[in-house]
């Protein structure tokens, strides 16, 4: 195909999603307390969880984060501060509840490790980290990713880095000075839906730098076009979930 095929492609790809027909209605992020969206438990709740969102059913994931919030003896695990000070059994006995974590050791490690950086590079609120970087993406990312990588355990690798940020975009109330920033965030729904559209090459797609050059590839074709990257994410992830319906 010729970049205009392709971008004829992605607009009837787009066009699909705004009418409904890819599905999407309900998306695994919707399942959550409705915290008032500025509050520092809407930005905690929609930030623990997703370090441990690898490789896995996104809406199992946030369906059990619901029912440990909901649980008064589980519900600890959302405040920072709370964590710190529970041994690490009492951690992960919660954790894995309802399984939020699935990996009972690793996971428990990362969401400890994510709380002691909130608490101690953040002060205890996470709405720092856009406070700092002025509510630039770029910034953001190059703190999460190379500042401060091991403070971010699996939050600041290339596809969960820049899907936490469109999270925070769409859930909470933070505004970016450069929405346009936001890369997709490549599972491997969006990497499959990239090969069918061939943004990116079988080869490729099977290539231990995947997700770098699906970025990458996807930053190239959208350039001077009405679309940010961002907003091809969430019709490229329903899309190669429904198994490519027609469009």
């Known amino acids: 195909m010729t970049r205009n095929q392709k971008l004829e492609k992605i607009e009837k790809l787009y066009n699909a999603y705004k009418e409904g027909k890819l599905g999407g209605e309900i998306m695994p992020e919707d399942e959550n307390p409705s915290f008032p969206k500025n509050s520092l ?6 930030t623990l969880p997703m370090s441990l969102n690898y490789q896995r059913n996104s809406y199992k994931l946030w369906e059990s984060a619901k029912k440990t919030y909901e649980d008064p003896k589980t519900r600890f695990v959302f405040n920072t501060k709370s964590v710190l000070e ?26 400890i490790k994510l709380c002691n950086t909130i608490e ?24 999460m990713q190379i500042e401060h990588k091991k403070d971010f355990p699996y939050l ?8 936490w940020m469109y999270v925070m975009y769409q859930y909470t109330d933070v505004k970016y000075i450069n929405r346009e920033a936001l890369t997709i965030a490549p599972d491997i729904h969006v ?10 090459t079988e080869k490729e797609f099977n290539s231990s730098n995947a997700q770098i050059i699906c970025i990458e590839n996807w930053n190239k074709i959208l350039k001077v076009t009405k679309f940010a990257p961002i907003d091809i994410h969430t019709p490229l992830w329903l899309w190669g979930r429904s198994g490519f319906k027609e469009i």
């Open 41 to 46: 438990e809407n930005y905690i709740y929609f």
């Open 86 to 111: 529970s041994s690490f059994e009492e951690v992960q006995q919660a954790l894995i509840k309802y399984r939020l974590a699935l990996q009972k050791d690793k996971q428990t490690q990362i969401w």
């Open 120 to 143: 101690n590079l953040l002060n205890g609120d996470i709405r720092n980290i856009f406070k700092i970087n002025n509510f630039d993406v770029n910034k953001i990312r190059k703190y």
């Open 156 to 163: 600041s690798g290339n596809k969960l880095c820049n899907y």
């Open 191 to 200: 990497l499959r839906s990239s090969v069918k559209l061939e943004i990116i």
